[in-house]
């Protein structure tokens, strides 16, 4: 066999065996960091007036990916009207190592989460989901989009066949759009509810998206700079959106 051939039989043999140890040492890498972060901001502020809490994490995914499995994960900090928190029993975090930045979330067991409205009334829901998933996507200027699905969200009091929350901010960078969606709830009547809302003048909420500013001190901005919200394609049958609505915004 010439030299010629010797060539092109190891060399993409070698090729492949390079890029592997590469992306072995990228992993290591990144999850080393990542471990650290996770330690720093264990029962901290993970952003401004937003802390994290768990029991214990396990941190895997090896070569391509980052997984983060979470026992008894806690949330708590300042809403736009006041404090919420949000526990829960189990919670994980998927990320690629590599690629966009995108971050997908599930969580699981029961639920708890405490809210402030509007008009400073607190608020508690317990619940247990069949699933419950998450997605969120970041680029140069902080959070693109974010997507929530649960599927049976149920408790003694009420239950709701499947619910939906996107956010998505528009590509100009001027307006935030939510939708809110939920089919099959049902109380006393089977109920579907649907609304979309677009936050416009939401360069006061740029540091809250990028992560540099708390909720509370970013929805007072955007209030005072004349920032308004405005509802379309309702259905919401016997709900009072304004008021559902309220502990965002």
Same mark, same amino acid.
């Given at each position: 066999?010439?030299?010629?051939?010797?060539?092109?039989?190891?060399?993409?043999?070698?090729?492949?065996?390079?890029?592997?140890?590469?992306?072995?040492?990228?992993?290591?890498?990144?999850?080393?960091?990542?471990?650290?972060?996770?330690?720093?901001?264990?029962?901290?502020?993970?952003?401004?007036?937003?802390?994290?809490?768990?029991?214990?994490?396990?941190? #895997?995914?090896?070569? /391509?990916? %980052? @997984?983060?499995?979470? !026992?008894?994960?806690?949330?708590?900090?300042? *809403?736009?009207?006041?404090?919420?928190?949000?526990?829960?029993?189990?919670?994980?975090?998927?990320?690629?190592?590599?690629?966009?930045?995108?971050?997908?979330?599930?969580?699981?067991?029961?639920?708890?989460?405490?809210?402030?409205?509007?008009?400073?009334?607190?608020?508690?829901?317990?619940?247990?989901?069949?699933?419950?998933?998450?997605?969120?996507?970041?680029?140069?200027? #902080?959070?693109?989009? /974010?997507? %929530? @699905?649960?599927?049976? !969200?149920?408790?003694?009091?009420?239950?709701? *066949?499947?619910?939906?929350?996107?956010?998505?901010?528009?590509?100009?960078?001027?307006?935030?759009?939510?939708?809110?969606?939920?089919?099959?709830?049902?109380?006393?009547?089977?109920?579907?509810?649907?609304?979309?809302?677009?936050?416009?003048?939401?360069?006061?909420?740029?540091?809250?998206?990028?992560?540099?500013?708390?909720?509370?001190?970013?929805?007072?901005?955007?209030?005072?700079?004349?920032?308004?919200?405005?509802?379309?394609?309702?259905?919401?049958?016997?709900?009072?959106?304004?008021?559902?609505?309220?502990?965002?915004?």
């Amino acid at each position: 066999m010439n030299y010629s051939s010797r060539f092109w039989l190891y060399a993409p043999v070698c090729t492949f065996l390079t890029l592997a140890a590469i992306a072995m040492a990228h992993w290591w890498i990144v999850a080393g960091a990542f471990e650290k972060k996770l330690a720093a901001m264990k029962g901290h502020q993970a952003v401004p007036g937003i802390a994290l809490d768990w029991d214990s994490v396990d941190v #895997g995914g090896f070569p /391509f990916r %980052l @997984d983060a499995d979470f !026992l008894n994960f806690r949330v708590q900090g300042a *809403g736009a009207h006041g404090p919420f928190a949000w526990k829960t029993e189990k919670f994980a975090l998927h990320a690629l190592t590599y690629g966009r930045d995108q971050s997908v979330y599930e969580a699981a067991g029961h639920q708890e989460l405490l809210w402030t409205s509007g008009n400073g009334v607190p608020g508690r829901i317990t619940f247990v989901p069949g699933t419950l998933r998450a997605s969120s996507i970041q680029d140069g200027r #902080g959070l693109r989009r /974010f997507d %929530l @699905d649960i599927v049976d !969200l149920a408790n003694s009091d009420f239950m709701i *066949g499947r619910f939906q929350f996107h956010l998505r901010r528009d590509p100009d960078g001027k307006d935030l759009d939510l939708m809110v969606k939920a089919d099959g709830m049902r109380r006393m009547t089977p109920a579907n509810v649907q609304a979309y809302v677009t936050l416009n003048r939401i360069g006061a909420l740029a540091p809250l998206l990028h992560g540099q500013s708390s909720w509370p001190q970013a929805t007072a901005a955007w209030r005072a700079q004349g920032g308004t919200a405005k509802l379309s394609q309702v259905i919401a049958p016997g709900v009072d959106l304004d008021k559902a609505l309220s502990p965002l915004y």
